[in-house]
């Protein structure tokens, strides 16, 4: 009598698992499926924007924030912000994972093609000038993103704020920040520098505008603004 008892319990329980390991791998294949409309890419990619402020963010916060006569205290804190960093760094890799095998599997597929992927091809944009695309979108759409970037709700310091270069009142963000979004090397933030001159491609296709400063500030401190075509 109990083996059958085992017997049926044993039959139940595998059949528990399988439609679980079902369910996993049909949700698995969602996330991974082809790009079918402009919403979908858009969450995706802005996923990604959103992490990079948040680990920009929180590596300027981190450095004003160490400063301090406890030792103990300045080591706890940085014993917590390394492990949020890794914590960060992991969300990063994986969401960008995601977006790179969607897309390749929406190439393969051929059968709907993203506003901004066209925009890539037609102007052969490279990933950094994508990146800055689609962080202006996520500026203009993503309530998070604009809570990241001028961190609403949130004790921050002046100085964190001046690093920033964000304009308080204007909810602007300068070409400083956009470069060390997603530019974590001195070298290469200084060789990005030229993705924002006259005759660059965004600039020069009226993709992206400078808006106009007053005399004696850097490009590093001039503000972008997005054809509104593109968010239209």
Known sequence: MYIYIYIFVYVISFIVVMNEIEKVSKKEETELSA????????????????????????????????????????????????????????????????????????????VFLPRVEKLVQELKLDSFEKWILLTLIAQALSHQVRKCLHNEGEAITVEVLLALHVRLFFKYIHIHTYICVHCTDL??????????????????????????????????????????????
């Open 35 to 110: 790009y079918t409309n402009e919403l979908d890419y858009l969450q995706d990619h802005l996923a990604v924007v959103e992490i990079r402020l948040t680990m920009m963010t929180t590596a300027l916060r981190n450095n004003y924030e160490t400063y301090s006569w406890d030792e103990s205290y300045v080591q706890q804190h940085q014993q917590r912000h390394n492990v949020s960093k890794r914590e960060q760094e992991a969300k990063h890799q994986q969401s960008l994972e995601k977006c790179k095998l969607r897309m390749e599997e929406t190439l393969r597929t051929n």
């Open 187 to 232: 070298k290469e933030q200084i060789a990005k520098r030229k993705y924002f001159y006259k005759d660059a491609t965004l600039i020069r296709e009226g993709i992206v505008n400078l808006v106009e400063e007053p005399i004696g500030i850097s490009l590093m401190g001039t503000v972008l603004e997005m054809d509104r075509r593109m968010v239209g």
